[in-house]
């Protein structure tokens, strides 16, 4: 465990020494506290983790984490003429969407542990690391593409069928309902 510690710590480390809006005020703040920006930066990201087991609005946080950073992040990859950003934001939003369905039936039994929102925004937030193998990248590549791959004609049909029972819904829904109006 101590290894692991260790090695959390040297990667925040070369994090914070990095050039950037986050470590620019982290540098203020060592230089108004003479607290050192690793320590300052662990104690906030343990009241963040603490909040997320305890707080009252760690849900909302999660939420915010999952969506307002990666909906920002896909919008300027849409801007750039760069694919490849463009590739690696649809991904996170099919292991978002394919994670939230999944989630949908398992909520009530998930909800019950006292570290579910922590464990989420922990998984969100690997999702979308700056990382050729983040979290969308590997649950893609080993869970999603191949069931995928396996049943594309089964969700064809399914989806041709589903269309065509819509398309007849509505229209007898219109025939219904122009007959009223007679």
């Keep these: 465990m101590a290894a692991y510690y260790e090695a959390f710590n040297g990667r925040l480390e070369a994090f914070l020494a990095e050039k950037n809006k986050l470590t620019d005020l982290l540098e203020k703040a060592e230089k108004a506290t003479g607290v050192k920006r690793l ?7 343990g009241f963040v983790g603490l909040y997320m087991i305890i707080g009252h609005f760690a849900e909302l946080i999660c939420n915010l984490v999952g969506f307002a950073y990666p909906a920002y992040a896909s919008i ?26 999944i989630e949908f039936f398992s909520d009530i039994i998930f909800s019950w542990f006292p570290f579910y ?14 990382i050729s193998t983040n979290g969308s990248a590997v649950i893609y590549a080993r869970v999603i593409r191949p069931l995928f791959v396996k049943n594309r004609a089964k ?11 819509a398309g007849r819904v509505l229209d007898e829904a219109q025939k219904l309902a122009t007959s009223k109006t007679d």
């Design 155 to 165: 969700i064809d049909a399914t989806l041709d069928k589903a269309t065509g029972l």
């Design 76 to 101: 300027n990859a849409l801007e750039s003429r760069d694919k490849e950003d463009d590739t690696k934001w649809l991904t996170y939003w099919v292991v978002f969407a394919f994670f939230s369905t």
């Design 39 to 45: 320590y300052i930066a662990q104690g906030i990201l």
């Design 117 to 130: 929102w922590l464990a989420k925004v922990i998984f969100l937030i690997w999702c979308f690391l700056p």
